[in-house]
């Protein structure tokens, strides 16, 4: 029994270190340009009712190697953002840290899609379903802190 308690403690652990260990950016491969434009127009959408552009500077985490992040680096700039973006090959102390760290999450599970925004503490989460070839919210915006 005692042995039985320690294996569903290692595997609990196992579980909660593969949520925490998820990297940042595109996981949905399949997500064509059109969809992806579809939710970089949703995601900028709601990040300017939470941060005015013009005085908001987002610092990216990573660095930005798929069609989503370039995209919503293009918009955010388009609206007025100051984008920090990061560079490997520059040293982090040669970068001052200030302004609001943005990253994100596009994965797919099964037929519905997510992103998550992350900025700062704070999250930002929506999914989206594929009807007749275009892509639809599939509920409301959720915030946690």
Same mark, same amino acid.
């Given at each position: 029994?005692?042995?039985?308690?320690?294996?569903? $403690?290692?595997? =609990? &652990?196992?579980?909660?270190? #593969?949520?925490?260990?998820t990297?940042?950016?595109?996981?949905?491969?399949?997500?064509?340009?059109?969809?992806?434009?579809?939710?970089?127009?949703?995601v900028?959408?709601? &990040?300017?009712?939470?941060?005015?552009p013009?005085?908001?500077?987002?610092?990216?985490?990573?660095?930005?190697?798929?069609?989503?992040g370039? #995209?919503?680096?293009?918009?955010?700039?388009?609206?007025?953002?100051?984008?920090?973006?990061?560079?490997p =090959?520059?040293?982090? $102390?040669?970068?001052?840290?200030?302004?609001? =760290?943005?990253?994100?999450?596009?994965?797919?599970?099964?037929?519905?899609?997510?992103?998550? *925004?992350?900025?700062?503490?704070?999250?930002?989460?929506?999914?989206?379903?594929?009807?007749?070839?275009? *892509?639809h919210? $599939? #509920?409301?915006w959720?915030?946690?802190?």
């Amino acid at each position: 029994m005692e042995r039985l308690k320690w294996l569903m $403690a290692l595997l =609990s &652990l196992c579980v909660v270190a #593969g949520c925490v260990t998820t990297p940042y950016g595109t996981h949905a491969e399949d997500l064509s340009d059109t969809d992806s434009q579809t939710i970089v127009q949703d995601v900028v959408r709601q &990040l300017v009712q939470l941060y005015p552009p013009a005085s908001t500077n987002f610092n990216l985490k990573y660095e930005v190697r798929d069609g989503f992040g370039r #995209g919503l680096v293009e918009t955010l700039r388009h609206e007025g953002y100051a984008i920090q973006e990061h560079k490997p =090959s520059v040293a982090s $102390a040669s970068i001052p840290n200030s302004g609001t =760290s943005l990253a994100y999450i596009l994965d797919r599970h099964h037929e519905l899609f997510r992103i998550s *925004i992350i900025a700062d503490d704070h999250r930002l989460s929506r999914a989206y379903l594929r009807k007749d070839n275009v *892509i639809h919210p $599939a #509920g409301h915006w959720v915030r946690q802190q």
